[in-house]
């Protein structure tokens, strides 16, 4: 059996658990350590992609004990999201040892590296595990943890924006533990595989609709789907921009992969109605994050309504379930990632540099910082969803699995979505390139250093990389799609 | 009278349901922080009570092999569940309970009526 599956997921919690034991010896060996922990987590997580591009999904019976009874791991090509987890956690890690002598209180360096690998571990587990009650554990793991980075942050926004985060995460976890019971209830397991064998929607009737009701509303308020999105313009906003980029490109992305496994437990009977609903849902969700991002002046509160657009679009993808559809929706979670890690940590480096937040103090900036500024167009031309870039191919494929539903309303959302983006981040070009500078300090700044620089030219070249190569993950995905809308 | 004797053999479950309502209307309702607090722990408790009470059986014993144990033996799994479930909870309230202190700290207030007046 592979030792690879479970690796994944304990090298970065005990990772993260050393991490203060390890500051001690410095800080320098803490920042390798950390570094070392997710390059290990992202080689065992390479390999297994391989192997599942190869003979497709399989599991790991923890402690030798197979379905039923025991725990399972389980990796499909959901899973090898873990790629793009260890990716921008990684990148993010690098930068914030720059960003963190200035951002973060003094002797917070230790704890944000544990709490960054802690929550990576969460997702990582979240992402493999194949048994429903562990699902609750790692979704725990990896909010609880976000809570407490975000009250890193801005000292006088973070405490009450954390506070507010942990009020709807922990209501909606709540509710999703409450949906797991009454499925353990119904069928006796907690296994996912076995419970989507024994459940019978038909038969079970009001409590099996109830559970999905549940497990729906919860997953969805974790991927801030429009109206249950407010907790989140705060949280992303008054976070640490590395924070940020790890919050807003993966952590909401969990909400989504939750969807993705109801789906896969709720197959054929009890999903079906539901897709006109998320559909719209996710439509709603567009146009509101769109229109709420026009008229935001801070940089960081107008990329966290731009998530929550982008977020429509992939529920919006996985509500018409046609096969280009929802093959648009995976791909736009995975570069999605990419496109919204390079704008925070661009926006972060011009944050950082300037001290300024808004577009009005931070125009003419894009003069003074041409390499970070250039990230940032590549991820604002990416979001807009131009090719050749990494948004262009998950729009287009959602809008043609709209047209090839015989559904072209959601097409014209999707490009209305669009054009509202160019529209809202026009106004961020035009503030770094053809608006005279109006504060002093933006005049006198320097360029982000290097290892802040690195990572953000790294994700941009990512971005373009993604929407050249977008054949690549397309392939991959194909049988776990087609599984699922054969469902 | 089905309805009502449906509602009568499950009343545990519905206890539950009334009692994880009542929870989120603190939570929605209530403008102080601690009490929006002690609402998400009331819905967190019905969450619980309703897991452990899945894993009864009448006249069930406790899952211990002895000699003289006889069937039929209620279900240990869900306390187990319900063990974790609590750990989550109170590391929940201890991080939230650390966040209102910095809150009040700041800002000198609670209430969020007038926490939204300082923003």
Redesign the interface.
Known sequence: MTPWLPLVVMAPLVGGALAPVIAIAGARLLRAWSLAVVAVTGLAALRLTLEVAATGPFSYPLGGFKRPIGIELRFDEFSAAILFMTLIGGLALTYAGRYAIRGLPAGGQPWFQALMLINLGGMAGFAVTGDL?NL??FM?VVS?SS??LV?LGD??MA??A??RY??AG??SS?LI??SI?IL??LTGS?NMADVASRLDVEADGMPAILALAGLLTGFLLKAALFPLHTWLPDAHASAPSPVSAVLSALVVKLGILGLLRSWQIFAGAGWAPLGELLAWGGAVSIVAGAGFALFQQDLKRLLAYSTVSNIGYIVMGLGIASQQAVMGASLHVLNHALIKSTLFLAAGALIHQTGCRTLYELRGAGRAMPATSLALTVGVISVVGLPPTAGFPGKWYIALGALDAGRPVFAVVAAAGGLLAFAYYMRVLNALYFWPPTHERVLGVREAPVSMLVPVLLLALCCLAAGVFARLPMAFLEPAVSRLVGM | MTEVDALLQNIDYAAAVILFCIGLYVVVAKGNLIKKLLGLNIMETAVFAFIVTSGMVDGGHAPIVTEAATPPFASPLPHALVLTGIVVAVSITALALALIVEVYRRYGTIEADELRETD
């Open positions: 009650f609750f554990v725990e609880v809570y407490a009250a000292p006088r405490p009450l954390a506070f942990l009020l922990a209501a709540v533990l409450f019971g353990y209830a907690l």
